[in-house]
């Protein structure tokens, strides 16, 4: 059974740092794309970052390039989501999500999603 779950979510200051986690279970990271994506309330999903099966980086989303950054573990099977500077803005739910071998930008390219988890820039 194919599992994802997110952790390392919760309130951060501006300037701060954060990191989450998606721990998967049922499959090899070596065989899926990972994404993390996030939703803020009234905005569509949109895609953060990626890393790919063979461990290629996809183009982060322009508002965290140089403060986000994705990594994994196959050991652990695990991959991160190193949120340094975050802003006010960075403020959603945030989501690790799956597919086979390569990354899509598209929400509907996934097929397997973790339940999220919250993360709130504030001073």
């Known amino acids: 059974q194919l599992q994802l779950v997110e952790s390392g979510g919760g309130l951060v200051q501006p300037g701060g740092s954060l990191r989450l986690s998606c721990v998967v279970s049922?499959?090899?990271?070596?065989?899926?794309?990972i994404a993390w994506f996030r939703q803020a309330p009234g905005k569509e999903r949109e895609r953060v970052s990626c890393i790919s099966g063979t461990g290629t980086i996809a183009n982060s989303h322009d508002s965290v390039k140089g403060r986000f950054t994705i990594s994994r573990d196959n050991a652990k099977n695990t991959v991160y989501l190193q949120m340094n500077s975050p802003k006010p803005e960075d403020t959603a739910v945030y989501y690790c999500?799956?597919?086979?071998?390569?990354?899509?930008?598209?929400?509907?390219?996934?097929?397997?999603w973790g339940q999220g988890t919250q993360v709130t820039v504030s001073s």
């Open positions: 049922g499959f090899a990271l070596t065989d899926y794309g």
């Open positions: 999500a799956a597919r086979t071998w390569y990354c899509s930008v598209a929400v509907s390219g996934y097929d397997r």
